[in-house]
């Protein structure tokens, strides 16, 4: 099973916010299983996106010179994240420091809000990894690589004639 759930950024202003989407398509494994005739989104996951888009944003502000992990998450679900549904997470910078950051979080599905965290992301040194990461990096590599760089490109002023 992939681990990005994100499939683009909707917006994206440096140090600020972050917006991004995540189309939940009935062919992904685990609305198979979770739950047979009821295809919900596995909270979890809802809570990775919201994650993932929180940490690209803590990042990208501190251009991707630190490591970024997950610290701690407090969390309320509204509602279900039903396949079908688009989820918009929106994640908003609250604090940033030199061991850390907070995210503000929410995830809606049209003017639905499914589920709204506070994130506590944590900056850690290679020293500090589990022994077996391929580089320090390891947050900003792969498949996040595509996005950082769509992130980007949202982020810049459209040109106009």
């Known amino acids: 099973m992939r681990w990005t759930w994100i499939d683009r950024f909707a917006s ?28 919900v989104m596995p909270a979890p996951l809802v809570l990775e996106g919201l994650a993932q888009t929180g940490g690209i944003l803590v990042g990208e502000a501190n251009r991707f010179e630190k490591n970024v992990v997950l610290a701690k998450m407090n969390a309320k679900f ?10 918009t997470y929106t994640t908003t910078l609250v604090a940033l420091n030199e061991t850390g950051a907070q995210v503000s979080a929410t995830a809606h599905s049209g003017g639905e809000l499914v589920a709204e965290a506070d994130i506590m992301f944590a900056h850690v040194t290679a020293a500090q990894l589990p022994p077996g990461l391929p580089d320090a990096k390891f947050v900003f590599r792969g498949e996040l690589t595509h996005l950082l760089r769509a992130a980007e490109a949202v982020s810049k002023p459209k040109a106009t004639n």
């Not at 916010?17 to 295809?39: C, W």
């Open 78 to 87: 509204h509602r279900d994240a039903m396949a079908g549904e688009q989820l």
């Open 12 to 39: 994206f202003e440096s140090g600020k916010t972050a917006t991004a989407v995540k189309n939940l398509s009935l062919a992904e494994d685990h609305f198979a299983d979770h739950f047979p005739g009821f295809p």
